[in-house]
């Protein structure tokens, strides 16, 4: 068996039960390592020479009384074990030495109980020196913890807030209890606390440590971003003892990494978007208008003669001009374009969205009206102009790189012309005009070669499916191209003079018809046609509708005009007087793609109109019962008040129907119903006499 090394210390001045010890000490295991002292300098000398493990004393001796041995032992080797060892101490006595600070006593005919006592006394200052110790670690770690610059909490499992440092008593406005007792959930924003519910702690658990960005709750409720690392502290048999969190303030990090990002992508003079972030935008733009089949444009700016402010003006002046610039630039264009400042006096704008290639000159209109008024500076008016030249997604290219380098090209040409203008880019715009010119050409000859041909679409009743009239629509059958859409030859239509021949043409035939089928007994149908703004504007317009019906016969009743909102609000007084004009002739008005334009109601209720019409773009959502719901249910409540019909344009599904159904529209069209047919097939439907939404899309 291994024996147990001791140094002892004996106070007695018998060697004989010197001798008695020993024995028994080794005897108990130990290895003994001893000196003896039996007066109080000799004691004095021991223990300032070396420290025992231990100190066995005898209470009564001739030269040295053994309390005052134990005085001076707690005094000079506070930490050592003293056990008396004597033959005469009483009970009384024995209680007052350990009260005194004696770790035991041992009576000298029961010596057998020594090396127990020794045994357990040196367990003692085992135990005792290791609490010391942890205390003494604890104790510094404390002042560490209370030193750093991190927030640091503890928390037992279930989350309550054991210990919190000075850096996160500050970090969230806690008292100096350091919000001991408070649930540590508590101490985040609801998205940090779902996201360590979720991961944070679990992973700890299971992991031993997790890491990640959250953020606490400061004083004041706001979020301030941490770098946070949670650990999960467990006990031998694996049993969770506490969670610590370690969290870093990331503000200024953030901040600085805000403030990378934005140099990267904002031109730090005007603050507008780069060229770097302009290139990321104009991709979803291309991407969004690829998906929507509609164009985008981008459109690159030069100040003329920028040097010359440089020259004329302060050093700073330039810099001032430009950021004038740049807020004007900014007030002119649309909702969801992009301005951007592509280095110097460049400046370029992404149009997106656009119903179609010319649209960039209204934009280009706005940039050069929002250009007019001179700048102030330096007390000074300054006139300042702009080259422009754009390039058009997808004809002068798909990707930005071509993009840009084609609009400049265009600005270019502008400055070599004069600069003070605008140019799309010269090659597509060539092959464009060309193609325009030919259509327009063509279109004239359509007009003398009967190419053009009237459509009908029903309009019927929801409640029956009578169909109680039809929207005439025009299409042209073009010899080489086929059939060629509204949309491509109306517009060319409207900016020539060829509209007003098309639209007589439209009015005269679709008033044939309806009069033709009226004939045949078929039905007394409601002829629903649309007049373009140029129409509506013409001077002989009242005179063109009445001679269109004289011709053909027809009943004014049966004729409905349709015009959008926009007709409706430019030039009010002449606006109302043609209404009128047409009231008296016993038309009937209809306001079509009603929602979209920017009419007043007060205004529309003073206006002699007949019916409204529902844009087909809130038709197709309001069976989800969103915006588009509600203002289709507004439209429909609105026409009641007014005491006239409502139409429902561009019905496709059944569930749209049943919405409309439901909220007591009156009419309806669409493909759920039918197309836009022939004369010969809306011919056939009228034999039916009603349309059930099945029985729709006929060719």
Not at 17 to 41: H, I, N, P
Not at 261 to 281: A, C, I, K, S
């Amino acid at each position: 068996m291994d024996r147990t090394r001791i140094q002892v210390l004996f106070v007695e001045d018998s060697e004989v039960d010197v001798e008695l010890a020993l024995r028994s000490l080794e005897q108990g295991g130990f290895e003994v390592s001893w000196d003896r002292v039996d007066l109080e300098e000799d004691l004095k000398r021991a223990l300032g020479s070396s420290k025992p493990q231990a100190i066995l004393s005898d209470f009564s001796m001739p030269r040295f009384d053994g309390i005052d041995a134990l005085r001076l032992s707690k005094e000079l080797a506070p930490g050592v074990p003293f056990i008396f060892l004597s033959g005469t101490i009483g009970e009384e006595r024995a209680i007052e030495a350990i009260r005194l600070g004696a770790t035991d006593y041992v009576l000298k005919d029961n010596m057998r109980r020594l090396s127990t006592v020794v045994r357990r006394a040196l367990a003692e200052v085992g135990e005792r020196e290791r609490i010391r110790v942890a205390e003494e670690e604890r104790a510094r770690l404390v002042q560490i913890l209370e030193a750093t610059s991190d927030y640091v909490c503890m928390t037992d499992p279930a989350g309550t807030i054991t210990y919190m440092n000075a850096a996160g008593r500050k970090l969230i406005g806690a008292p100096e209890s350091g919000g001991v007792g408070k649930s540590a959930p508590e101490t985040y924003p609801a998205w940090a606390r779902e996201l360590i519910e979720r991961e944070g702690t679990p992973v700890a658990s299971r992991a031993g440590v997790w890491n990640g960005e959250t953020a606490i709750l400061g004083a004041d409720g706001t979020e301030i971003p941490v770098s946070q690392v949670i650990i999960a502290h467990r006990r031998p048999g694996g049993e969770m003892r506490f969670f610590s969190t370690i969290a870093r303030d990331i503000r200024e990090r953030k901040a600085y990494e805000a403030r990378l990002q934005y140099l990267v992508n904002y031109d730090p003079l005007t603050g507008l978007p780069n060229r770097d972030l302009l290139g990321d935008r104009t991709l979803q733009a291309v991407a969004h208008a690829r998906r929507a089949g509609r164009p985008a444009a981008l459109l690159v700016l030069n100040l003329d003669r920028f040097k010359l402010v440089n020259e004329s003006y302060s050093r700073g002046a330039g810099d001032t001009l430009l950021r004038m610039v740049a807020d004007r630039l900014k007030s002119a264009v649309r909702e969801g374009d992009t301005v951007a400042r592509l280095g110097g006096d460049a400046f370029a704008v992404l149009a997106t969205d656009l119903a179609r290639p010319d649209d960039v000159l209204a934009v280009a209109r706005k940039i050069r009206e929002a250009m007019h008024s001179p700048f102030w500076l330096e007390g000074r008016d300054l006139h300042v102009t702009l080259s422009t030249g754009a390039s058009v997604y997808p004809r002068d290219g798909e990707e930005f790189d071509m993009l840009l380098r084609n609009a400049d090209a265009a600005m270019h040409r502008v400055k070599a012309d004069g600069r003070n203008g605008f140019q799309f880019y010269a090659a597509t715009m060539t092959r464009q005009a060309a193609l325009r010119v030919e259509l327009e050409n063509e279109l004239r000859l359509a007009l003398e070669k009967n190419q053009l041909e009237m459509h009908y679409q029903p309009q019927v009743v929801l409640a029956n499916g009578r169909i109680v009239g039809v929207e005439a629509l025009m299409r042209w059958n073009h010899p080489q191209r086929g059939w060629i859409p509204p949309g491509q030859f109306v517009p060319i239509a409207e900016d020539s003079d060829l509209i007003h021949p098309l639209g007589e043409f439209a009015l005269a035939e679709s008033c044939r018809q309806i009069r033709a089928w009226g004939d045949a007994a078929l039905a007394e149908l409601r002829l629903a046609v649309n007049v373009s703004a140029q129409q509506f504007r013409s001077p002989g317009f009242v005179n063109a509708v009445e001679r269109a019906l004289r011709a053909a016969s027809l009943e004014p009743r049966s004729l409905e005009l349709e015009l959008t909102e926009g007709v409706l609000v430019e030039s009010r007084d002449r606006t109302v007087a043609v209404l009128h004009g047409l009231k008296e002739l016993g038309v009937q008005i209809a306001v079509d793609d009603f929602g979209t334009g920017y009419s007043s109601l007060s205004y529309l209720s003073r206006l002699p109109i007949d019916c409204l019409k529902i844009d087909r773009t809130f038709v197709s959502q309001a069976h989800r019962h969103g915006q588009d719901a509600a203002i289709t249910q507004a439209v429909i409540s609105l026409a009641h008040s007014l005491g006239v019909r409502v139409i429902a344009e561009g019905v496709e599904t059944v569930e749209q129907l049943e919405f409309l159904r439901m909220h007591r529209c009156d009419q309806a069209q669409g493909y759920l119903f039918s197309p836009a047919v022939e004369p010969g097939a809306v011919a056939r439907l009228l034999g039916d006499g009603s349309i059930e939404p099945s029985a729709g899309k006929l060719n």
